[in-house]
T-cell receptor, first 112, second 115 residues
């Protein structure tokens, strides 16, 4: 089935560690996104990428890094510089401007 | 500046009541698209509808209907005869010409349908 796969579904991280969240899509979409959602809050854009080997910072990029080496993949690394990383992370993709985005099932990250 | 406002943080109604979720947007662009998404407890956002700025026709899909009014910059969502399965967080979103590929989301409205 075509779609977006995020893994893992739940992730626990010790303070001071970097962790990488996976996002893979087989929809042949050009654009991919990472959003952060805190409890009871809306979606805040972390990074987005419109083509391979290119990406732009969103509204809350500090403490995060991404890469886009393949069209299908857009991994997000939460670095130790992110002071409050506990949140729900959603990955999305879409084909062109103005079309709807499709979302993965999310990764819930908890710092322990 | 692009902005989406969902002033209703939480709404709770009894099953079978009609309920309207409000969405007000801001953009200076003449070309833009508006979206509604549903986020059930599982967390994944589910796409419901897309509407472009040149089409102000209202749309109905089963118990769901959408009212787009450019004069008031609003894109409201009505659920008729609500059901418990409609309980979720609903997001309104905007994608406009000047924001390129960025999709701007409202803060969401948590809808609870009581049996």
């Amino acid at each position: 089935d075509g779609g977006i796969t995020q893994s893992p579904k739940y992730l626990f991280r010790k303070e001071g560690q970097n962790v990488t969240l996976s996002c893979e899509q087989n929809l042949n979409h050009d654009a991919m996104y990472w959003y952060r959602q805190d409890p009871g809050q809306g979606l805040r854009l972390i990074y987005y990428s419109q083509i391979v080997n290119d990406f732009q910072k969103g509204d809350i990029a500090e403490g995060y890094s991404v890469s886009r080496e393949k069209k299908e993949s857009f991994p997000l690394t939460v670095t130790s510089a992110q002071k409050n990383p506990t949140a729900f992370y959603l990955c999305a993709s879409k084909s062109t401007d103005y079309t709807e985005a499709f979302f993965g099932q999310g990764t819930r990250l908890t710092v322990v | 500046a692009q902005k989406v406002t969902q002033a209703q943080t939480e709404i709770s109604v009894v099953e079978k009541e009609d309920v309207t979720l409000d969405c007000v947007y801001e953009t200076r662009d003449t070309t833009y698209y508006l979206f509604w998404y549903k986020q059930p407890p599982s967390g994944e956002l589910v796409f419901l509808i897309r509407r472009n700025s040149f089409d102000e026709q209202n749309e109905i899909s089963g118990r769901y209907s959408w009212n787009f009014q450019k004069s008031t910059s609003s894109f409201n969502f009505t659920i008729t005869a609500s059901q418990v399965v409609d309980s979720a967080v609903y997001f309104c979103a905007l994608n406009s010409y000047s924001s390129a590929s960025k999709i701007i989301f409202g803060s969401g409205t948590r809808l609870s349908i009581r049996p």
